[in-house]
Nanobody
């Protein structure tokens, strides 16, 4: 069973950039499609981006398309989310998710503990 640990969150001003990471252990990350979801205070968790096992297929929520980039390094068992042109509405806890098959916007069974991203105006 794969375990996921996120890192790299923090505080940034609007217009700035952050890169968050998700490191897997317990299994080879290339066995999983991996995605990012986020949850803002008082809101439901929502889909952000997903990448298939090889990195050849990605998909983004409309709200982040053109600003965020998901990528993976299977040799490092790591998935990244590069976030540019950040907006205050991007403020949320960001969660890494893994699924044993590509599910598009639907989450798989495995979650990390989350990393906080806060964007000030």
């Amino acid at each position: 069973q794969v375990q996921l640990v996120e890192s790299g969150g923090g505080f940034v001003q609007a217009g700035g950039s952050l890169r968050i990471s998700c490191v897997a252990s317990g299994d080879t990350l290339s066995n999983y499609a991996t995605g990012w979801f986020r949850q803002a205070p008082g809101k439901e968790r929502e889909f952000v981006a997903v990448i298939n096992w090889s990195g050849g297929t990605t998909y983004y929520a409309d709200s982040v398309k053109g600003r965020f980039t998901i990528s993976r390094d299977n040799d490092k068992n790591t998935v990244y989310l590069q976030m540019n042109s950040l907006k205050p509405e991007d403020t949320a806890v960001y969660y890494c998710n893994a699924a044993q098959s590509y599910r598009g916007v639907r989450p798989g069974a495995y979650w990390g503990q989350g990393t906080q991203v806060s964007v000030s105006s």
